[in-house]
């Protein structure tokens, strides 16, 4: 389906990212993508293999087996049964090694994208407040009967959201830039 600087995404990597997708929502693997999500899911692979390719010179920590485990756990807690989480885990064709691994990954590529761009993402007192009484509070009154919450009880998720949409587009000029230095092909579909 496309490949970058000759590392092959195939349409086998798609199925099992998209059942994996599903798995990680606490759904069992089935079905098969359509053309738009085989397309999206795609795209996603060729950016984690051009961030994979920066990780290492990054000098990132390693990901703590704790919060591998972690996530994990809250992985099948989305599950019913352990026999249901089994069950998903073997149709997603994944053993759980595999999924930890998989987990690093995604952990290590978060850790990269927070450490190069979030200095850059500073949100001042006055956009949180300004997110707080033109966003926040009219969702919150839309979706719930009473008062709000006061600004100070919700200002570190607010910075928080504020903080990655500002990352947001850094992040797609890097992956731009990281697509225009490497040798990326498409196959079509």
């Not at 397309?39 to 996603?44: A, T, V």
């Not at 290492?56 to 989480?85: G, H, M, R």
């Not at 500073?122 to 719930?144: C, G, L, M």
């Not at 990352?167 to 230095?181: G, M």
């Amino acid at each position: 389906m496309a490949s970058v600087d000759y590392q092959a995404i195939t349409e086998r990597d798609v199925e099992i990212e998209f059942r994996f997708e599903q798995f990680l929502n606490g759904k069992p693997p089935e079905g098969s993508p359509d053309a738009q999500t085989r397309k999206d899911i795609r795209n996603r692979l060729i950016e984690q293999v051009l961030l994979d390719q920066e990780a290492p010179s990054s000098a990132l920590p390693a990901v703590p087996e704790e919060t591998l485990a972690s996530d994990l756990a809250d992985i099948q807690k989305k599950f019913d049964s352990p026999q249901a989480y089994r069950a998903a885990l073997q149709a997603v064709g994944l053993n759980t090694g595999q999924v930890l691994d998989r987990l690093r990954g995604r952990k290590t590529i978060l850790e990269l994208i927070d450490k190069r761009l979030r200095p850059q993402a500073w949100v001042d007192r006055s956009e949180i407040e300004e997110y707080y009484r033109q966003t926040f509070v009219p969702a919150f009154q839309q979706h719930n009967p009473g008062q709000p919450p006061d600004l100070a009880d919700v200002e570190s998720k607010i910075r928080e959201i504020l903080t990655q949409q500002k990352i947001n587009k850094p992040l797609d000029q890097w992956i731009s830039d990281l697509k225009s230095n490497h040798r990326v092909e498409l196959r079509s579909f």
